[in-house]
């Protein structure tokens, strides 16, 4: 880390991961689990940018931020 307010940017990334996937792993026969990994302190547009080589229009992942997983099908 470069500083504390980095520091303090990531670890505030990494809570926000921590609770979806808290929020997630609460539901029932969701048909999977989420654990904590190295992706962990990454938001959705960092993950995307750095791992996938998608290209996706910011538009497209604002709508993401509050997704939600359902509970039933």
Do not use: C
Request: proline share 3%; no cysteine; charged share 35%.
């Amino acid at each position: 880390m470069e500083n504390m307010d980095e520091f303090n940017q990531k670890y505030s990334v990494f809570k926000n991961n921590y609770k979806r996937i808290e929020d997630h792993n609460a539901i029932e026969d969701s048909g999977f689990t989420l654990e904590i990994n190295k992706f962990a302190d990454l938001t959705d547009e960092e993950f995307i940018s750095k791992y996938t080589g998608a290209i996706v229009p910011k538009h497209k992942t604002e709508k993401m931020k509050n997704w939600t997983v359902p509970t039933e099908v």
